[in-house]
């Protein structure tokens, strides 16, 4: 079964298993200031660990989609980048738009939601600064 290092203050106490950590907390051992660290890397709660174990968010440093935490975090990053060049021109927007179907189709369906909305935002922005700023100067 998988372990957690759970840290107190920074300093880390032990490695237990999610059913290990549910019974500290059950007795008082571990509480609102103990975290644990996710095989992704980041530190979360121990109430937000355990929350997220009940519902199948982590089991051997996958999340339910069945992509690595870090895949997520490179889709994100690269739909940013797309999102910024449609400030520059409507063929990058259309780019993004495309990326954010492709998201969706892989069921990442709110993430492209976010992208979509950020990308069009961005990408009006650069039309209008186009259209009025440029055309001023």
């Known amino acids: 079964m998988r372990k957690y290092k759970v840290f107190w203050k920074g300093e880390c106490v032990g490695e237990f298993t999610a059913e290990e950590i549910r019974e500290g ?10 975290s644990a660290l996710l095989n992704s890397g980041k530190m979360v709660s121990v109430s ?8 199948g968010l982590v089991e051997g440093g996958q999340n339910s989609e069945g992509g690595s935490a870090k895949k997520d975090f490179d889709f994100l990053i690269f739909g940013y ?11 990058s927007l259309f780019g ?6 492709f998201l969706y189709k892989s069921g ?10 950020l990308s069009l935002f961005i990408g009006i922005l650069g039309v209008c600064f186009e259209k009025f700023v440029l055309a001023s100067l």
């Open 81 to 91: 980048a797309l999102a910024g060049l449609a400030f520059l021109s409507p063929a």
């Open 25 to 34: 907390v059950g007795r008082g051992t571990f509480g609102a200031l103990h």
């Open 108 to 117: 990442r369906g709110a993430l492209a939601g976010q992208l979509l909305i």
């Open 48 to 55: 937000e660990l355990l929350r997220r174990v009940g519902e």
């Open 96 to 101: 993004a738009v495309f990326y954010c179907a």
